[in-house]
């Protein structure tokens, strides 16, 4: 397997296993909606993204939003913006 075979492989792994959290915890939440500032914090999918020498103020979830991403086109989340917070729940089949 190639390189960029092999990462895109490990993304699509981490990108479901954020999708198991989101399914185990939307009992928890009204509706299903699950924060995504819940998931990132639990997850603690919250990193800098910048080299070391560069300025960023604070750790961004940056990834978190890759892997929501991935999980949307594929359609098996959905996405809601409230005010200023962002929620995901699993697609009912």
């Not at 909606?33 to 940056?62: C, H, M, R």
């Amino acid at each position: 397997m190639n390189r960029k075979a092999t990462i895109h492989r490990l993304l699509d792994e981490a990108a479901y296993e954020v999708l198991a959290y989101i399914k185990d915890s939307e009992l928890l939440f009204e509706d299903r909606w699950v924060p995504a500032a819940d998931i990132k914090s639990k997850l603690e999918l919250n990193f800098v993204a910048v080299p070391k020498l560069a300025t960023q103020y604070g750790e961004k979830g940056w990834l978190f939003a890759i892997l929501a991403r991935m999980l949307e086109d594929k359609a098996l989340v959905e996405y809601e913006k409230r005010g200023s917070r962002a929620y995901y729940r699993s697609k009912q089949s």
